[in-house]
């Protein structure tokens, strides 16, 4: 049986960001059944999951004893059991692979720049005059990756992990408008959030933010 | 054969930096020779490498015409073909994979926001305002490998691509004694520098910048 750690409460931005509905998504995509482990700030904390997770973050893998960490990580030892994540011939995993790292490596502190500013310094007077140029990286960035998926539906021939990651990576920006500026990101990440596996790992993962909300909403 | 793309100039920060050295370093353990493919800055932007990479970064692995961006992709590629980089069974990839996405995703992002503000950004007022809390994020991640490595010579029971990772993610603090502030960090990089694999790799790697740096000493 497969468990993945996730977290019981998240600030409302996160909602949708934990990286744990990444793997939810390959699990789905591979149809693995799973089972949530939902840890509070303490159990992330303590010594025996620091023990397995240095960081304490999440999301940790667990399968007959055996755990992981790092979404990515897990997603490609997940894709190895199943074919709808990666091509099985050499080249075709290591194009996968490329994708996977272009999204988390190249694409991904791109966004991150972007979005620290907006969720945690945006009043830090440091943070105002560090804008512009992030803003204007990160800008590039799509642009270069927009050209690429002109005239293609996926990064490869077909769906991989390396879409998988690289859409996960987009909708980070999905409370700003960066990706509507480029048609064929947008239509893109439209394409992979209509995969029912995505809905159903993105649904499972607000659920466990749906008691918060109505009790932040109540205040 | 395999050919790698390198770069004919660089700033000396980035000298023993450039991501193309960690690729040597990999097909140097495997035992894998290669060709260098040496860029201009034209040739980084034009047309036909950015079909292949298009963000126009280096390095580009190709063999018999398949290529391939992404440092860590490439490492892994490599790695299928050779057990000294990376356990056989499933389990032991899936941790060696662990940790190198760790490297590069976990402890990576908090290098550079330093390295940045080091390198880029140095005079600018809002980077002396972003540094304390910079480092001190960059000390907690160090922190936490640290106590991770206590005890233990490699991130598993042998060395793999991930410690190749870690190692050259951690080298780019070089410029200041972050490392040093934990022994068993600094006693691990040491351990992997001491590989002749290693030392081939950089020293090929800086090899290309030995004109420039002979001309700047003129200059």
Redesign the interface.
Known sequence: MISLSVLKWVPPFARGSVKEYRVRWALEEAGLPYAERVLTPADQDAADY?AVQ????VPVYEEDG?A??????II??IA?KCEALMPRD??GR??A??W???A???V??AV?AVTALDFFYGE???????RPGAEEFLRR?LG??A??LKGREWLEDRFTVGDLMMVTVLRDLRHRDFVGEFPALAAYVKRAEARPAFQRALSDHLALYAEAEKAEAAA
């Not at 240095?54 to 973050?57: I, K, L, N, W």
């Open positions: 620091r240095p960081f304490g973050q055996f992981l960490f790092e979404s990515g990580a490609l030892h190895e050499a080249k290591a194009r692979v490329q996977m790292l272009a988390q490596t190249s991904q502190p991150d830090e007077e440091w943070a105002k005059m560090r960035r270069q990756l050209g690429w």
